[in-house]
């Protein structure tokens, strides 16, 4: 894996092989990772953008969406998404939502790898993990996968100045008409970039790279507000209120969530991202790493970075996970180059051995990576996520310069910190679920309000089955079961043969049936309903359970009776 723009290596044939397997596999899980989509669709803020897609299509201004960061550019392209599905929110949604958010993302991972020469491994490595994990909700999203792809620092583009400038000028453009959110960011992340990150450039290069990328975020608006000043009689004013200053009026006393990393909301079953993604979005800023990593893996690594006002301001699983996957990708190629690099990094780990001083200077760098993470994550307000990527970039920069032998130490003690918050997570969460969780609340319910009634039918025997499930209940009912039987599976037709006797001759005395049985098994409810009477019916209607208890007919006669809790009391069911 080369660095900066040295890369000399030919792509090869398992690659590009490798990268035509990875296209199939986006475009398979696309198509069938959608489901029909239905009117509760068309009420949510998908629905809302298949809407205003339709309404482009048939003849609409397309004006700006400043909470989302949607341009004019978005709305033609949705609109010919639309015309393309013939009106079909399906199929809409298979386009704008998978095709070109999740499955163009694993495909732009995979062309990145391309061009950075990764191994066929990594490169199916970071895109089953856009497409599995740090997954892109629609086409918005993958626009910073395909700015990381164009601006990366690789030979290609950097032997062709006139190609690199053109490049640096007409993507912050492009971007701006379509998404205005996503243009500052990038445009931010790439300024960062050229300016404390890239090696072996300079200064008038790096400055000259600035006011290109800025150049071309200008020209977006020049060229948007004139076209709008000429095709529709737009007067600037009105176009200032609807894409540039006057939108930002809707975020005044806008929410900025606090990231709270022990007490993560836990709805979705990615939750494990919420916890990760800090640790992740920070790894390629400590000192060591950022001094080991490609010029290539520091833009991947800014870009993500920089996006982190998306969860912050909306802490959750879909915002996430939907920016996660520069980060996912930077941490990937981070820890490869890592790899590449051990000879000299063991080196580095050796010179940097000073007893008297390491711990003070792991305490130091774990200062560092608490502080980045309690003021950025901690903030109620944006500047939470502006002095993050101050820290993170300053912690990176000024680490990896200065601190020379002191390195390994003071990157020791980030990363203690660094792993340790997802870790200490983990176990509070753990902690949290198994107090919050009612385990047995269903076999607790039940022997507080059938429990008496199998009391009253059992006639004092401790001997009873318990079928098919709840089997706690031996426990709480201080039963024991008269057969060896427990699991009343598919093919429990096997002990017929042994079970029937016993069922007829009543050394089963009682049968506690807490449900039906998942598989039927006609031989055994029959062999029950010709031996045994129904003695109580208790229906427990908060956990939608119903009890029978059965006994068996040898017993005598018994008083039946049909129950229910309602209001706390258990009455008879009418």
Same mark, same amino acid.
């Given at each position: 894996?080369?660095?900066?723009?040295?890369?000399?290596?030919?792509?090869?044939?398992?690659?590009?092989?490798?990268?035509?397997?990875?296209?199939?596999?986006?475009?398979?899980?696309?198509?069938?990772?959608?489901?029909?989509?239905?009117?509760?669709?068309?009420?949510?803020?998908?629905?809302?953008?298949?809407?205003?897609?339709?309404?482009?299509?048939?003849?609409?201004?397309?004006?700006?969406?400043? %909470?989302?960061?949607?341009?004019?550019?978005?709305?033609?392209?949705?609109?010919?998404?639309?015309?393309?599905?013939?009106?079909?929110?399906?199929?809409?949604?298979?386009?704008?939502?998978?095709?070109?958010?999740?499955?163009?993302?694993?495909?732009?991972?995979?062309?990145?790898?391309?061009?950075?020469?990764?191994?066929?491994?990594?490169?199916?490595?970071?895109?089953?993990?856009?497409?599995?994990?740090?997954?892109?909700?629609?086409?918005?999203?993958?626009?910073?996968?395909?700015?990381?792809?164009?601006?990366?620092?690789?030979?290609?583009?950097?032997?062709?100045?006139?190609?690199?400038?053109?490049?640096?000028?007409?993507?912050?453009?492009?971007?701006?008409?379509?998404?205005?959110?996503?243009?500052?960011?990038?445009?931010?992340?790439?300024?960062?970039? %050229?300016?404390?990150?890239?090696?072996?450039?300079?200064?008038?290069?790096?400055?000259?790279?600035?006011?290109?990328?800025?150049?071309?975020?200008?020209?977006?608006?020049?060229?948007?507000?004139?076209?709008?000043?000429?095709?529709?009689?737009?007067?600037?004013?009105?176009?200032?209120?609807?894409?540039?200053?006057?939108? @930002?009026?809707?975020?005044?006393?806008?929410?900025?969530?606090?990231?709270?990393?022990?007490?993560?909301? @836990?709805?979705?079953?990615?939750?494990?991202?919420?916890?990760?993604?800090?640790?992740?979005?920070?790894?390629?800023?400590?000192?060591?790493?950022?001094?080991?990593?490609?010029?290539?893996?520091?833009?991947?690594?800014?870009?993500?970075?920089?996006?982190?006002?998306?969860?912050?301001?909306?802490?959750?699983?879909?915002?996430?996970?939907?920016?996660?996957?520069?980060?996912?990708?930077?941490?990937?190629?981070?820890?490869?180059?890592?790899? %590449?690099?051990?000879?000299?990094?063991?080196?580095?780990?050796?010179?940097?051995?000073?007893?008297?001083?390491?711990?003070?200077?792991?305490?130091?760098?774990?200062?560092?990576?608490?502080?980045?993470?309690?003021?950025?994550?901690?903030?109620?307000?944006?500047?939470?996520?502006?002095?993050?990527?101050?820290?993170?970039?300053?912690?990176?920069?000024?680490?990896?310069?200065?601190?020379?032998?002191?390195?390994?130490?003071?990157?020791?003690?980030?990363?203690?910190?660094?792993?340790?918050?997802?870790?200490?997570?983990?176990?509070?969460?753990?902690?949290?679920?198994?107090?919050?969780?009612?385990?047995?609340?269903?076999?607790?319910?039940?022997?507080?309000?059938?429990?008496? %009634?199998?009391?009253?039918?059992?006639?004092?025997?401790?001997?009873?089955?318990?079928?098919?499930?709840?089997?706690?209940?031996?426990?709480?009912?201080?039963?024991?079961?008269?057969?060896?039987?427990?699991?009343?599976?598919?093919?429990?037709?096997?002990?017929?043969?042994?079970?029937?006797?016993?069922?007829?001759?009543?050394?089963?005395?009682?049968?506690?049936?807490?449900?039906?049985?998942? @598989?039927?098994?006609?031989?055994? @409810?029959?062999?029950?309903?010709?031996?045994?009477?129904?003695?109580?019916?208790?229906?427990?209607?908060?956990?939608?359970?119903?009890?029978?208890?059965?006994?068996?007919?040898?017993?005598?006669?018994?008083?039946?009776?049909?129950?229910?809790?309602?209001?706390?009391?258990?009455?008879?069911?009418?």
């Amino acid at each position: 894996m080369a660095t900066s723009g040295e890369q000399t290596e030919r792509v090869g044939i398992v690659r590009w092989a490798t990268f035509a397997g990875v296209c199939v596999l986006a475009l398979l899980w696309s198509a069938y990772s959608v489901g029909a989509q239905n009117g509760t669709f068309l009420t949510q803020d998908f629905g809302a953008q298949y809407h205003l897609a339709k309404m482009t299509a048939h003849g609409a201004i397309p004006l700006v969406d400043f %909470e989302h960061g949607w341009n004019a550019g978005s709305f033609w392209v949705n609109a010919a998404l639309y015309a393309v599905a013939s009106g079909s929110p399906t199929i809409w949604y298979f386009l704008w939502g998978r095709l070109l958010g999740a499955g163009l993302g694993a495909v732009l991972a995979a062309a990145i790898g391309l061009r950075l020469r990764l191994h066929p491994a990594v490169m199916v490595a970071v895109a089953l993990g856009v497409l599995l994990l740090a997954t892109p909700l629609h086409i918005k999203y993958t626009i910073c996968l395909l700015w990381v792809f164009v601006l990366l620092p690789t030979g290609w583009l950097e032997a062709r100045p006139r190609l690199a400038t053109a490049a640096r000028v007409l993507l912050p453009a492009l971007v701006f008409w379509q998404y205005v959110e996503l243009a500052v960011l990038l445009t931010g992340a790439s300024g960062l970039f %050229e300016l404390f990150a890239r090696r072996d450039a300079a200064w008038r290069t790096r400055i000259v790279n600035c006011v290109q990328l800025a150049g071309g975020f200008l020209l977006g608006l020049v060229v948007e507000a004139t076209a709008y000043k000429v095709l529709w009689g737009l007067s600037f004013a009105d176009f200032n209120r609807q894409v540039i200053l006057g939108q @930002t009026e809707t975020h005044e006393g806008s929410q900025y969530a606090v990231w709270n990393f022990f007490d993560l909301p @836990t709805e979705s079953g990615r939750f494990f991202i919420l916890a990760l993604y800090p640790f992740a979005l920070l790894l390629p800023f400590v000192p060591l790493v950022w001094q080991q990593i490609s010029d290539s893996t520091r833009l991947i690594a800014l870009a993500g970075l920089v996006l982190v006002v998306v969860p912050i301001r909306r802490v959750d699983n879909p915002h996430t996970t939907t920016v996660s996957a520069l980060v996912l990708l930077a941490v990937v190629l981070a820890v490869a180059e890592l790899y %590449e690099r051990r000879t000299s990094s063991e080196t580095a780990a050796e010179g940097a051995r000073a007893p008297v001083i390491a711990l003070p200077l792991a305490a130091a760098g774990a200062l560092w990576a608490a502080a980045t993470l309690w003021i950025g994550f901690g903030l109620q307000s944006m500047a939470g996520a502006v002095l993050l990527v101050a820290l993170a970039v300053a912690g990176a920069i000024l680490g990896s310069t200065f601190l020379r032998g002191a390195t390994a130490a003071v990157s020791a003690g980030a990363l203690v910190v660094l792993g340790c918050v997802p870790a200490l997570a983990s176990v509070d969460h753990l902690n949290d679920m198994r107090r919050d969780a009612k385990s047995f609340q269903v076999t607790d319910a039940i022997t507080r309000w059938a429990g008496p %009634e199998y009391e009253r039918c059992s006639g004092g025997t401790r001997e009873a089955l318990v079928m098919p499930n709840y089997l706690e209940l031996y426990d709480t009912l201080a039963i024991t079961n008269p057969t060896p039987y427990y699991l009343f599976h598919y093919d429990f037709a096997q002990y017929e043969t042994v079970l029937v006797p016993q069922l007829e001759d009543g050394s089963i005395p009682v049968i506690i049936e807490t449900m039906p049985l998942h @598989t039927p098994q006609p031989w055994l @409810t029959d062999a029950i309903h010709a031996n045994y009477v129904p003695c109580s019916i208790v229906r427990i209607e908060k956990q939608a359970t119903t009890v029978t208890i059965w006994t068996h007919k040898s017993r005598g006669s018994v008083e039946r009776r049909d129950l229910s809790v309602r209001g706390g009391e258990l009455v008879p069911t009418r």
